[in-house]
């Protein structure tokens, strides 16, 4: 075999074996390659389930803190709840220890008002029973009285004179009808007063002097029922009253 032809074969199967050599090392680079990616997207999806994983560990104890203070605070609030109760039924119970006192203090002082009233009424309808019995006997007095002048008036004779030989008994008879006309007037008058002292105790005014505006003591209320002033006031001035 001539020497160049032998040196062609060699060359070629060099380039062969090189070419083989060379497919093979991409093949292994491929390989390696995919092998490289594929542990890549591994680590890739490992790194994304422990990242899911992290976060739902970390949800799951965010809900848990989440309930943990909810717990917490619907317990705080129940405790809350549970000491205003306590507070409330605290106060309750001192409220209802004190209400007897407070009933009895009240009670002690709305009795006297109301005692008193009872007796201001009382005493009203005492003399309003007294100033109509009193009423009665002044109009029967001074009807009689009257007709005691008239009858006096009727018995003296026109013309009779002034003086008798006796010593004036016509003169008499007409200063005794002057003095019954006058008492029987007197007693019309204090009828008149006896009737607006009924309309005072009609109206609430009754025991109020006239004058000064204070109040008349019972006791000469009691002495004097249709008295219109008071005893510093009556002695003062010249009213019958």
């Known amino acids: 075999m001539p020497r160049a032809t032998k040196t062609t074969g060699k060359a070629t199967a060099k380039k062969a074996a090189t070419a083989k050599a060379t497919k093979a090392t991409k093949s292994a ?3 390696a390659t995919g092998a490289k990616k594929a542990v890549g997207a591994k680590k890739a999806v490992g790194a994304k389930k422990a990242v899911g994983a992290k976060k739902a560990v970390g949800a ?3 809900v848990g803190a989440k309930k943990a203070v909810g717990a917490k605070k619907a317990v705080g609030a129940k405790k809350a709840v549970g000491a ?8 309750a119970a001192a409220s209802k220890a004190a209400a007897p006192k407070v009933a ?3 009670a002690g002082k709305k009795a006297a008002p109301k005692a008193s009233t009872a007796q201001a009424d009382k005493f ?13 006997d002044y109009a ?32 008499s008879m007409a200063v005794e009808r002057e003095r019954e006309l006058a008492l ?21 005014t009754y025991g109020t002097c006239e004058k000064c505006r204070g109040p008349i003591p019972k006791e000469r209320l009691r002495a004097l ?7 510093k006031c009556k002695s003062g001035g010249l009213s019958r009253r």
Do not use: M, W, Y
């Open 84 to 91: 205003k109760k306590a507070v409330g039924a605290k106060k």
């Open 225 to 231: 029922p249709f008295a219109a002033l008071c005893v």
């Open 140 to 171: 029967r007095s001074a009807a009689h009285l009257r007709a005691e002048a008239e009858a006096l008036a009727q018995d003296r004779d026109p013309g009779d004179s002034n003086f008798d030989e006796e010593g004036g008994e016509g003169d």
């Open 104 to 106: 009895k203090r009240t």
């Open 124 to 136: 009203l309808e005492a003399q309003r029973k007294e100033l109509l019995k009193e009423r009665e």
């Open 60 to 62: 799951k104890k965010a």
């Open 29 to 31: 680079a491929a390989k």
């Open 184 to 204: 029987s007037a007197q007693a019309l008058a204090a009828v008149q007063d006896i009737d607006d002292a009924l309309v005072k105790i009609d109206a609430g």
